[in-house]
Nanobody, 117 residues
Framework: QVQLVESGGGLVQPGGSLRLSCAAS????????MGWYRQAPGQERELVAV???????KYADFVKGRFTISRDNAKNTVYLQMNSLKPEDTAVYYC???????????WGQGTQVTVSS
């Protein structure tokens, strides 16, 4: 089974920055999709950004120009650089992983990001 270990969450003031990291272990395939989803209280989980092992990226409109996703294929690690954070970015951020040709989604336990003064 794939295990996802997240780090980098915390409390930050509006306009501040955080960088999230997620390392996938137990993977036997190098071709995959990794990324981040988030879920605020009372809200459904929503896509933030994803990146393939080939480097293709997809971003949610609400983070365009503020967040940047990247990855290290050798380590199966994905990063999310979050700049210009807003209070509405407050949520639990979940790491996401899926192997090529597989419909199974893997999720991290989540890391809390709180943007507040």
């Amino acid at each position: 089974q794939v295990q996802l270990v997240e780090s980098g969450g915390g409390l930050v003031q509006p306009g501040g920055s955080l960088r999230l990291s997620c390392a996938a272990s137990g993977s036997n395939f190098s071709i995959n999709v990794m990324g981040w989803y988030r879920q605020a209280p009372g809200q459904e989980r929503e896509l933030v950004a994803v990146i393939t092992s080939a480097g293709s990226t997809k971003y949610a409109d609400f983070v365009k120009g503020r967040f940047t996703i990247s990855r290290d294929n050798a380590k199966n690690t994905v990063y999310l650089q979050m700049n210009s954070l807003k209070p509405e970015d407050t949520a639990v951020y979940y790491c996401y992983y899926k192997r090529q040709f597989s419909a199974k989604d893997y999720w991290g336990q989540g890391t809390q990001v709180t943007v507040s003064s």
